[in-house]
């Protein structure tokens, strides 16, 4: 198993959250099956940024972002050098930190910023 620490975020996550996933799945499942509402406006295809986070420790462990990934990226809000999309990042045994912007760029979401 391997912990996964997400900084608190305002809305989905006030006090942050540490818990234990299995490696070989993606950063956006894992949260999402551990209460975490992450937003996921493409169900997870890579085709959108709403599943944007920052990796702030292990970034190093996760496998290389491919293109069409990098491309998205650069669209997100408030992207920074170690910013991932969550349905893309597989864990692997390394620990995570991870931040959730505070922000996404999801026009369809009204009523939210």
Known sequence: MTQIVVLPHVELCPDGAVFETTPGGTLCD???DNGIDIEHACEKSCACTT????VREGFDSLAEAEEE??????KAWGLEPQSRLSCQAVVGDTPLVVEIPRYTINMAREGKH
């Open 30 to 32: 894992a949260l999402l």
């Open 51 to 54: 599943c944007h986070v920052i």
């Open 69 to 74: 990934e990098e491309d998205l990226l650069d």
